[in-house]
């Protein structure tokens, strides 16, 4: 550290407002401590509490670092627990917009990290935010050691150079977005006959899961009949489609050798929704360690007819695991369900202390 270090900290903007608002979204508590403008951007800062998933990751990987120094021995870390441990976006993430005054004000970006006690930055800001009558007693995160708290920073387009008055009625726009509930109930999926699952979602919601189908699908013969449509030469030369071709089977050759299929699902659902299958030895196997570049593919299946026996709107899906192409049956997992959701506004509501 020198003063030189200390003097580039400053943060370079040209108006502080303090809001000092605590908000409670889908369980968690913001603060948003404040707002700065530098010409006509202004960022809005958030203060929130790391989550439950990440923090137990943390902790994870450092009970995995102290097995293997005291027994010489790492922890397994499986593809279950890497996707377990993929934790959700602030809820700020989500805003499209916000409406202040009458006049709407679009989100341009959003970040979000730990705070750190080696980032002069934003120890200047909260210096600045004290000095302007930001008062921590106001916030829930006070005595919460700064290692688990992370702030948002949401950056605006004013398209004028003035603060916002940060009202009580502060409406927002929230895009579509997705939101991902873990499911892990297993089946033992059979070529060519139909099953049927029911499940919990994590707020109460129960759903039942129809397979109609399941079949194997030689990817690579099914891709070449799509490269033979002739609407690809209408937009690229033949060499560029080679190219496109080349690139395509490089990428599926490692994953799925040829000669080798796809488990293809055709289901329908009693919830709006997506399911997500895994080959249950997948979630069990140690993450693959790529060295140089690594390619993955998104194949995705669409059943023939729009609604299924059931009534329900079919989907479909591959289990992007490579089996033989007479297999009869695959220990699976319906590991995820993933809603839908529309855009909508809302009133940001303090919570009442």
Known sequence: MNFREL????????????????????????HIAGMTRCGTQAVLYILEQENDIKKNEQINSLERKNNKQEN?????????????????????FDIEKFKIEHNEYFVQQACSG?????????ISLFFDMLHAGWNPKNSPFEMVDWKELMLTEIVIDLKQKKLPVWQEDVFVKLHKR?????????????????????????????????????????????????FQNPKYLERMTEK????????????????CPKGMCYLGI???????????????????????????????????LKPDEPVGKHGYENHGCMIQTAVLPDIEKLLAELFQYIEVLPEKEELLTAKTQ
């Open 240 to 255: 560029e489609l080679e190219e496109m071709k080349h690139d395509f089977y490089s990428c599926l050759e490692p994953n």
């Open 114 to 122: 730990n705070l750190d006690v080696e980032n002069y930055e934003k």
């Open 266 to 300: 055709e289901y329908e659902c009693s919830l709006k929704g997506n399911l997500v299958f895994y080959d249950s030895a997948f979630l069990e196997a140690e993450p693959e360690v790529y060295h140089g570049s690594a390619s993955a593919l998104m194949m995705l």
């Open 178 to 226: 997705f939101k991902t509930y873990l499911v892990e109930k297993p089946v033992c999926l059979k070529t060519g006959e139909e099953s049927e699952l029911e499940f919990i979602l994590e707020d109460g919601r129960k759903g039942i899961c129809y397979i109609n189908k399941v079949y194997p699908i030689d990817v690579w013969e099914e891709q070449e009949k799509q």
């Open 7 to 30: 003097h580039q900290a400053k943060a370079p903007y040209d108006e502080l407002m303090v809001i000092e608002k605590n908000i409670e979204k889908q369980g968690r508590i913001y």
């Open 72 to 92: 010489n021995l790492s922890t397994k870390q499986t593809n279950r627990m890497n996707m377990k441990n993929g934790s959700e976006n602030s809820y700020f």
